[in-house]
């Protein structure tokens, strides 16, 4: 049972990675994700169900369009498989739960903006801001912060005030430091969200892992692609990752303290 349960999950994340994508190119683009039906952003031509398959249509069009024979972007495969391998993670570490279930919504909503924000440098607020209201919303679930229900929905608020608000501090003096952005107003409000999903700890060991993560990727771009120290990178991506690193397993700033 727990095979099946985990297949098709599995199954499930690549039907949903799908509209994903759909989600990850209209939202940023103020279009609907519901009509029209899905076409080929080059030629505009519809694209019929047996090319709609999650993964194996990519694989079998060879990653081109049927009618104009221009490039499908790896991104559509890449989402696909990475959102059913988090949604089998999902399953596997929390079960068939109701937090499995909210964690899974927040998950969905990390992957669309991580992409959103990789392609155009932005994160919509119904992700960011979806998220604050998410957290809150189910506060009384978690199982990150401990106490009555009342006591959980204080957690959650207080995480996302220090996600907001503290972040939005840090990004202020780096502006002043630095005498240039040093941080969206869309990571901003991510933080506030990863607050209340998971706390003020999360708060922090997103930010050091994101920071981590971040400075890994500058230096590959400098390194292999000639970026310059000082441009723009995208930091909602590793504020997702760092996010779904607390999200599978919290990791508090007193789990951070190594005991000899």
């Excluded at 039906?37 to 030629?43: D, I, L, T, V």
């Excluded at 694209?47 to 060879?62: A, Q």
């Excluded at 998220?131 to 679930?141: D, N, P, Q, R, S």
């Excluded at 760092?242 to 190594?258: D, W």
């Amino acid at each position: 049972m727990e095979t099946f349960i985990l297949v098709m999950a599995g199954l499930f994340g690549l039907i949903f990675g799908s509209f994903l994508n759909v989600c990850i190119y209209r939202i940023p683009r103020n279009k609907s994700i519901v009509w029209p039906p899905s076409g080929c952003p080059k030629c505009n031509a519809p694209i019929k169900w047996y090319d709609n398959i999650p993964v194996l249509s990519f694989l079998f069009l060879r990653g081109k369009c049927r009618t104009c024979k221009n490039p499908i972007s790896w991104q559509y495969p890449i989402v696909e498989l990475g959102t059913a391998l988090l949604t089998v993670l999902c399953a596997a570490r929390f079960g068939l739960t109701p937090w499995m279930f909210v964690v899974l919504a927040a998950v969905y909503a990390l992957i669309a903006l991580s992409v959103i924000d990789m392609e155009l440098m932005i994160i919509p607020d119904r992700f960011s801001l979806g998220l604050i209201v998410w957290g809150l919303l189910f506060a009384w679930l978690n199982p990150n912060f401990e106490g009555l229900w009342w006591q959980k929905e204080l957690a959650s608020l207080l995480g996302a005030g220090v996600g907001l608000f503290g972040v939005l501090a840090i990004a202020l003096i780096g502006t002043w430091i630095f005498k240039k952005d040093a941080m969206g107003g869309g990571d901003v409000k991510l933080m506030g969200g990863v607050g209340a999903l998971i706390g003020w700890q999360g708060v922090i060991t997103t930010l050091v892992m994101a920071s981590f993560f971040g400075l890994i990727y500058a230096v590959f771009l400098m390194i292999f692609k000639g970026k310059k120290g000082g441009d723009a990178i995208p930091f909602g991506p590793f504020l997702s990752l760092g996010a779904l690193i607390n999200l599978f397993y919290l990791i508090t700033p007193g789990m951070l303290v190594i005991e000899f």
